[in-house]
């Protein structure tokens, strides 16, 4: 384990004491130095654990002394035999050298140095250290500035004494903690960091702007929002059944179009959970024959019941679903409350009275029931009242009945006072009385941050317990695998449901038909545009996701399982100005039928409401964004995610990948732990890659993590990136570090200029990509280039030369 600062120092003198009473009389030699002092100064002294160290770690054929991970690469030690001094100028106590007086006046030391950045440099590790036990001399082996390494300083201390003196700045640079928070690299960063180029978006005047529309877009925009709008919550109008029955689609489906194979899309929703030693018995809601009987029968059970699903699955149509349609017969007799979390309440403490309060609503709104009404009051609490009437205040009927009357509406006063316990009763009374079941949903609690949900958790585990009532708990896998581990849950053996995405394209066919050739056309929504285009319209889009298997793929892996995204971009695409939606019905009119091309939906959805690509607005993410000057970094992420889906083939831990092993390969490339840091954070949040846990949100020091690819990541270096769509939007955004090709890569409209504008970029990155070419790698750039090419021949070729020459 680790050790803290303080007793870090009190073991660097305890060392300093040890070298002063034992000093052997000879020279050790390098294997002696190591074990003898160098061991103990970076394990003890310096905060390292010895899991964190690989010693003798073969990389091109040698070997390091030291590799020091977390969980990338981050430290490199060259050590030496004690023997191999160096003497720093009398008078002298800087801490700081440059690198060129050792290679100058200390050979030995500044030939190791020398040695120990190459191996930095090989293994992508930022920062290297002599060391011969006793003196030690740190550097930065990688440079952003455009400053050659060996230029630069280096933090030099010549003795175990001097280290003791600024064992504060020894700490800060050197230790476990400081590398991790590149304290070294602050230490000695002499010199401004070169900024990462301009991007062209930059350049662009009132960028990324917003796309006009005509009439006829507009209005198809207003439809849209019939497409993507939420099932009504629960005791809402009677036409809500006939929706559920005509749109929900059954989960558990695995989509014949996903691109990940079938294998790691099925653990995906059993591994997360198999991990857990005392974890639930997990079971998938429905069936191939419908709902799960067991989801049923827990009504039996005095606990809650989780039904647990990725954001965007469709939890809350689910729970639709089941109490309207698939159980309706079993929910019949049953007083049902649903409560969304979804937007309120807003803190943790206003958990218990929003709960209170909204089942109080519901008993009135939905079931006609006013629990503070005079006869009901009396009716709950008429067993009290009886105990009342025989109490103390008994003989007060006869001979003082006002006072009688009054201290017995105290005495009532003082039990509705109690509104938690007296709403447990009411739900008693009806439960009892009227011999319903009571369910409660409550939904959306995954949307809230950990605390809020795990608190309401334990107010549903309380209700299950204590009240007459069944408790579903809707929440998302990364909640529950994080909480059964260390929180809430793990004091509860809670049943757990699963709840699997359905089939996109099912529910997008499902959603056209209902939502707008039946629902639209006969309803009085105020929507300007005629009927015989809306109809030709969406006659036009059931048609294409029905044939068209190439849309149907991309929306089924860009959308990752979250129906609810896929359903956006849908109504993205649907009077998106990027659509020329005259040309369409035109074409239907006159052949009777038009196929939606994916480039064309694609590029709807990349650029959204804006007239250039966003990458704060868009939900697809530019791959060849860079962080740094340099141009390799083009091709981190579609290497690491490539990378990964090569790894996963053969992962014997459903698909999943050490950190450390994603580490130490792209660092072997020349990446820095910085740029690796970034591209995961990216990759994570956007869900081109996944962590066990599900969080979208990454830790660099997160011990044991692991990743692998999920269908989205698959989708964008498989197909996404080989589209001219697909560039055409990113070169906008992409800083060109080339800067003739900068002054080349301007804004363009007419298609012509931007199929050339590819070209350009296309080349730029041939010629950044020729600094990897030598490595054997999954990602090929070259092979991403050719079918890049064809697609912008394919589209020159189509395209009629006025287009070539009005602004779209």
């Not at 005047?205 to 629960?234: C, H, M, W």
């Not at 039996?300 to 089941?322: A, C, M, Q, W």
């Not at 009688?404 to 439960?431: G, N, P």
């Not at 006969?522 to 294409?544: I, P």
Request: proline share 4%; glycine share 6%; aromatic share 10%.
């Amino acid at each position: 384990m680790a050790v803290e600062f303080e007793e870090a120092e009190k073991n660097l003198k305890e060392l300093i004491d040890w070298v002063a009473q034992t000093a052997p009389d000879q020279d050790l030699n390098e294997a002696t130095t190591r074990l003898r002092l160098i061991d103990r100064l970076f394990f003890e002294c310096l905060g390292w654990d010895r899991e964190d160290c690989t010693a003798e770690e073969r990389l091109d054929g040698q070997y390091i002394d030291y590799s020091f991970n977390c969980p990338e690469r981050l430290l490199v030690v060259e050590a030496k035999r004690e023997g191999v001094y160096f003497e720093l100028p009398v008078g002298t106590n800087k801490l700081k050298y440059n690198i060129d007086f050792f290679l100058r006046r200390a050979g030995d030391v500044g030939n190791a140095i020398r040695q120990a950045m190459g191996y930095c440099q090989s293994g992508g590790a930022p920062f290297g250290v002599v060391c011969n036990g006793h003196q030690l001399v740190a550097f930065i082996a990688s440079r952003s500035d455009g400053r050659p390494p060996l230029e630069g300083r280096a933090l030099v201390f010549d003795s175990l004494r001097h280290i003791e003196e600024n064992f504060l700045v020894a700490w800060q640079c050197l230790s476990k903690p400081g590398v991790t928070s590149r304290g070294l690299h602050k230490e000695l960063q002499d010199t401004a960091v070169a900024p990462v180029p301009e991007k062209l978006s930059q350049r662009i005047p009132g960028y990324p702007g917003f796309k006009r529309r005509n009439a006829l877009q507009t209005d198809l925009q207003i439809l849209s929002e019939l497409f993507v709008e939420e099932i009504p919550s629960l005791g809402a109008n009677g036409d809500d059944e006939e929706f559920l029955r005509e749109c929900y689609s059954p989960s558990g489906a695995l989509s014949q179009y996903a691109t990940v194979s079938k294998g790691i899309l099925r653990a995906r929703y059993s591994a997360l959970f198999q991990e857990v030693a005392a974890g639930p018995s997990m079971r998938p809601a429905t069936t191939k024959k419908g709902l799960s009987p067991e989801v049923l029968a827990q009504s039996l059970s005095r606990r809650p019941i989780l039904l647990i699903g990725d954001r965007g699955v469709g939890k809350t149509i689910f729970i639709n679903y089941l109490y309207r349609v698939d159980g309706k017969d079993i929910f019949a007799n049953t007083l049902v409350f649903y409560i969304d979390f979804g937007s309120k309440p807003a803190i943790v403490e206003d958990l218990q009275r929003f709960v209170r309060d909204e089942l109080t609503r519901q008993f009135s709104d939905v079931h006609g029931i006013d629990i503070y009404e005079r006869n009901f009051v009396n009716g709950v609490l008429h067993l009290d009242i009886e105990r009342y009437n025989k109490g103390i205040y008994r003989d007060m009927r006869e001979t003082a009945p006002e006072m009688f009357e009054m201290k017995r509406i105290e005495f009532l006063e003082q039990r509705l006072a109690d509104k938690d316990s007296y709403l447990r009763t009411c739900l008693t009374h009806v439960s009892n009385g009227r011999k319903k079941q009571v369910v409660i949903f409550l939904d959306n609690v995954d949307q809230r941050p950990s605390e809020f949900q795990e608190n309401v958790f334990l107010i549903g585990q309380a209700m299950a317990a204590n009240w007459p009532v069944v408790v579903f708990i809707s929440i998302r896998p990364e909640t529950f695998y994080r909480s059964r581990l260390s929180g809430t849950l793990s004091a509860y053996h809670a049943r757990a449901f699963t709840i699997a995405p359905p089939r996109v394209d099912e529910v997008v066919r499902k959603r056209l038909r209902y939502g707008g050739l039946s629902m639209a056309l006969g309803s009085d929504q105020e929507v300007t545009v005629k009927a015989e285009s809306l109809h030709d319209y969406l006659q036009v889009l059931d048609y294409s996701f029905t044939q068209n298997r190439w849309l149907i793929e991309f929306l089924d892996n860009m959308c990752g399982g979250n129906i609810r995204l896929a359903l956006d971009f849908l109504s993205t695409f649907i009077g998106s100005g990027h659509v020329d939606t005259e040309k369409i019905l035109k074409i239907y009119r006159d052949k009777g039928a038009y196929f939606v091309p994916v480039h064309e939906f694609v590029r709807a959805v990349i650029y959204g409401d804006h007239e250039h690509y966003s990458p704060v607005a868009s939900e697809v993410v530019n791959l060849f964004d860079i962080t740094t000057p340099d141009g390799r970094e083009h091709f981190l992420s579609p290497i690491l995610v490539t990378q990964l889906d090569r790894w996963s083939q053969d992962s014997t831990q459903d698909g999943f990948v050490d950190a450390a092993k994603v580490y130490s390969y792209m660092q072997a490339l020349g990446f820095q732990p910085r740029q690796i840091d970034w591209a995961l954070t990216r990759l994570l949040r956007r869900n081109l890659i996944e962590a066990p846990s599900k969080s979208r949100e990454y830790s660099a020091n997160e011990t044991g993590s692991h990743y692998r690819i999920t269908s989205v990541g698959a989708y964008y270096v498989r197909r996404l990136i080989r589209t001219f769509a697909y560039i055409d939007a990113m070169v906008v955004d992409t800083p060109i570090t080339d800067p003739e090709v900068r002054d080349r890569i301007t804004d363009a409209y007419a298609l012509a200029d931007r199929l050339a504008r590819a070209r350009v970029f296309s080349d730029y990155l041939d010629s950044q990509w020729d600094r990897l070419s030598e490595q054997q790698l999954s990602f090929e750039w070259p092979r991403v280039k050719h079918a890049l090419a064809r697609n912008i021949s394919y589209i020159s070729g189509k395209i009629p030369l006025s287009k070539n020459i009005e602004r779209p």
